[in-house]
């Protein structure tokens, strides 16, 4: 194990000094920051582990705790970080893990700026969320000083937790050929990582190989108000659609005023149905009830904590990804056919 003798002798300063900079007293010791970037980025090459029980004894009561840092992203997926943070706590106390959660937020695409070396250091595993395909590439091009672990990511470098984008995709392309739908239509938003596209295509093609027609696609902004806008517009350039399938729950539940104005009834000849990443309450008490294909996000984070405590504590842990089946609910918009 590397220790801070051998980072201040390599940085050619003293040990007192790595020590500061490592507890990030830099400023208060009047340190300059030339000296502490030279410093971190001597102790994140050489796989720098500060003792444990040095970074994790919480102030009140000194219990010893790991901490967890978790990178969320700032945009409209914030909107499920509760629900990713319930599976969170809902992991740490089923299995008692002496976790600490700490979450910092990042732009999509300059998550590079976010993983500062000195916050890296101060924790003792990095769960990296909703990352964009910059932020793929600048990952697996990084070395990092501790476990990194990618929520529903593919890597071939890290481990993952992903949920089964093939069957989000197809169960609706599925159920809307099993109910004699010939005219399909999709509502999405610009991908934001290749999942919202594997889970596009295999709609597209389980459409295809059902005897339906291609989906019609339609791309708008990720609010409410652009999938009325949306829907609004798929409907009355092509009245034919008799089913929808929405790439996230929100444009649904922005298109239900659509379905309201034009007078269309459920259960009619129209379905339609979401992937749902909402509460499933909020589904359920829309009109119409809304058909979705819910995302497991409370297991996948349960997952993602459990596999983080796995490979903090075994050597020479393997790269592991572990797909999480989904599940389809049906309701209103797309009733069980009898």
């Not at 300059?32 to 500060?50: D, K, N």
């Not at 609706?172 to 934001?192: D, Q, Y």
């Not at 290749?194 to 027609?213: E, V």
């Not at 539940?253 to 149905?273: A, D, Q, T, W």
Request: glycine share 6%; aromatic share 8%; proline share 5%.
């Amino acid at each position: 194990m590397v220790t801070i003798k051998e980072i201040a002798r390599e940085a050619k300063v003293s040990p007192t000094t790595v020590s500061l900079i490592l507890n990030n007293k830099s400023k208060e010791r009047k340190i300059s920051a030339l000296t502490e970037q030279r410093v971190l980025q001597i102790a994140q090459r050489l796989g720098y582990l500060p003792n444990l029980q040095a970074i994790s004894l919480k102030k009140g009561g000194g219990t010893f705790s790991y901490r967890i840092l978790i990178f969320w992203v700032a945009d409209t997926r914030a909107q499920t970080m509760l629900r990713f943070f319930r599976g969170i706590e809902a992991a740490i106390e089923r299995e008692s893990l002496p976790f600490e959660v700490l979450l910092q937020s990042y732009r999509p695409g300059a998550l590079r700026s976010a993983m500062k070396d000195e916050l890296l250091l101060s924790c003792h595993g990095i769960l990296v969320c909703n990352a964009a395909e910059e932020d793929l590439e600048y990952l697996e091009a990084g070395s990092f000083p501790r476990p990194l672990i990618l929520y529903n990511r593919y890597s071939r470098k890290y481990s993952s937790v992903v949920m089964d984008d093939r069957s989000i995709g197809s169960i609706p392309g599925e159920i809307f050929a099993s109910h004699g739908k010939k005219h399909p239509a999709v509502v999405t938003t610009l991908p934001t990582f290749s999942g919202m596209s594997i889970r596009q295509n295999l709609f597209a093609y389980t459409c295809r190989s059902r005897d339906m027609d291609e989906p019609l696609v339609y791309c708008c902004e990720p609010t409410a108000r652009s999938g009325y806008e949306k829907t609004l517009e798929l409907l009355k350039a092509h009245p034919e659609t008799d089913c929808i399938l929405y790439m996230r729950e929100g444009l649904a539940l922005g298109s239900l005023r659509v379905f309201s104005e034009l007078k269309i009834p459920f259960p009619g000849n129209l379905e339609f149905i979401a992937i749902g990443d909402s509460a499933l309450d909020i589904s359920e008490v829309c009109t119409p009830a809304l058909s979705v294909v819910h995302l497991p996000l409370e297991t996948v984070a349960s997952e993602c904590t459990r596999l983080m405590h796995r490979q903090m504590h075994a050597s020479g842990c393997g790269i592991t990804s572990k797909v999480i089946p989904v599940t389809y609910i049906s309701r209103e918009s797309c009733p069980d056919q009898i």
